[in-house]
């Protein structure tokens, strides 16, 4: 069976020869893929190559061409239809295939990958249920491939900084987290606008975001869960909320209406890149990005609180809530030798003009991160903040993903698919639990996913 010392040491892209770049096939290329493609056609340009794009949708693909041509004057690429999938693979030949696709469909493209020889990269979630779970790692062993996971908040500077001092065992045993996240009414609203406010194509959040946040929790403490508790509920978006609060709703989307005074609004006709990119193309696929916040087909929660118990003995107490005036994080880790703080606020840069673009917002990060040792005064750990996308977690993971020798990872952070397994089935778990009102058990969904030991210790 592949070890992770294999998938960290592939999913590096390390190359021994300056002359033959890698080759890279991207499936789904709405605005997540820009992650990958944009990086690959301008700053790695001599190590990657970008060979294919595929998509359900032909409108949308040609649109992802221009920009591509239009900003890096890249040369014109084959282009595919979903259904073309297996015959992009075998025209292009790419060595790695990128998965940006609606989240329940990525089993299918990573194993199908896989199983014609490639390596892949895929976004989080891994997956949305424990039976696609099962039937990437039956894939994995059976092909033998490497499959990387785009965990880039592990590579923010603040995240990384609590894994250096947890793992210097400046507090001793961690024996309990509280972690508290929190979207605001922008970013959090947005999820509610998009293909992600449907169960079943997303998870719901506690799959689709929360994973980001379980992977910082399963890393920051190498070790393995055991068993789920959660609640949940859609407390403030949908029909029947704002129906509570006297919200009027007179339309499914925003697009084409009056919103003077809806603070939720997004008009595509406002920004040319939303409309090209979503607005131009719902004659392919009936795909609507603007969706209004309160209608009534919602069906994820926007407020979750989840226990989780590793085998370690340490407990998380987790909460996700949508609809805050602020966003970011506060976690607390306590120990028997202490406690460390962690907090990050995700602000607007007044530096950049804002932007009706959800793709094109930027935030800063204010992070403050504080040991309060037993017996000793509490002191603060600096925190330099990089440059770029997500705190600067993006051209971190950009460049060990697509660098022809990328520097060495001393934090671990490189994920593979036992850490986004890991991540997904506290989500998954959590999901049953919102059924079930009883704990769920994560060997029992997931039986390869190993008891005893931590992540780290699989590689």
């Known amino acids: 069976m592949t070890t992770e010392l294999q998938a960290k040491s592939h999913c590096s892209m390390s190359t021994t020869s300056p002359i033959k770049r890698k080759r890279y096939a991207v499936v789904g290329v709405g605005g997540r893929a820009r992650m990958f493609t944009y990086p690959i056609c301008e700053t790695y340009q001599q190590s990657a190559e970008l060979v294919g794009l595929c998509d359900v949708n032909q409108g949308r693909l040609a649109y992802a061409q221009r920009d591509l041509q239009g900003r890096f004057d890249c040369p014109a690429l084959p282009l595919f ?28 493209y990573i194993i199908r990958a896989m199983e014609m020889g490639c390596d892949v990269i895929t976004e989080k979630p891994i997956t949305t249920d424990a039976d696609k ?6 894939a994995i062993e059976r092909t ?34 509280d972690m508290e996240y929190m979207l605001n009414t922008s970013h ?12 079943e194509k997303s998870g719901g959040l506690m799959v689709h975001k929360s994973t980001h946040h379980f992977d ?40 084409g209406q009056d919103n003077t005074d809806d603070p939720f609004a997004l008009d595509l006709t406002a920004d040319d890149d939303l409309k090209q990119l979503y607005l131009d193309n719902e004659k392919y696929d009936g795909y609507q990005r603007d969706r209004n916040v309160f209608a009534a087909d919602i069906d994820i929660e926007d407020s979750m609180s989840v226990l989780v118990r590793y085998n370690s ?37 007044e530096d950049v003009p804002p932007s009706i673009n959800p793709l094109s917002q930027k935030t800063k990060v204010i992070p403050r991160l504080t040991i309060r ?41 490189v994920a593979g698919y036992q850490q986004g397994i890991a991540s ?36």
């Open 133 to 138: 779970c099962n039937q990437i790692i039956d």
């Open 81 to 108: 239809s979903d259904a073309e999938f297996s015959q992009m693979i075998e025209q292009t030949r790419p060595d790695v295939v990128i998965v940006c696709t609606v989240d329940c469909y990525h089993h299918q």
């Open 373 to 413: 040792p037993h017996f000793a005064k509490p002191y603060d750990i600096p925190i330099d903040v990089n440059t770029g996308g997500h705190g600067g977690s993006d051209p971190l993971i950009q460049q060990q993903l697509f660098a022809a020798d990328p520097p060495v990872d001393l934090h671990a952070r």
């Open 144 to 177: 033998d491939r490497q499959l990387f996971v785009a965990f880039n908040y592990r590579w923010g500077a603040g995240p990384t900084m609590v894994h250096q001092q947890l793992a210097s065992g400046v507090i001793g045993q961690i024996l309990h987290v």
């Open 188 to 199: 959090g609203a947005d999820y509610f606008r998009r293909w992600h406010r449907e169960k």
């Open 216 to 255: 910082l929790v399963n890393w920051w403490i190498n070790a393995i869960p055991q068993t789920v508790f959660a609640m949940g509920r859609l407390a403030f978006y949908g029909k029947d909320n704002a129906n509570r609060r006297g919200i009027h709703v007179t339309a499914d989307r925003y697009t």
């Open 313 to 349: 003995g340490t407990v998380l107490n987790y909460s996700l809530n949508c609809y805050l005036p602020c966003e970011g994080i506060n976690v607390v880790f306590n120990g028997s030798k202490g406690r460390l703080e962690f907090s990050e606020m995700h602000v607007p840069d």
């Open 424 to 459: 997904a089935l506290i989500g998954i778990a959590a999901n049953t639990c919102f059924k079930s009102g009883q704990p769920v058990d994560i060997p029992m969904l997931c039986p390869d996913l190993p008891r005893v030991g931590g992540l780290s210790d699989l590689i």
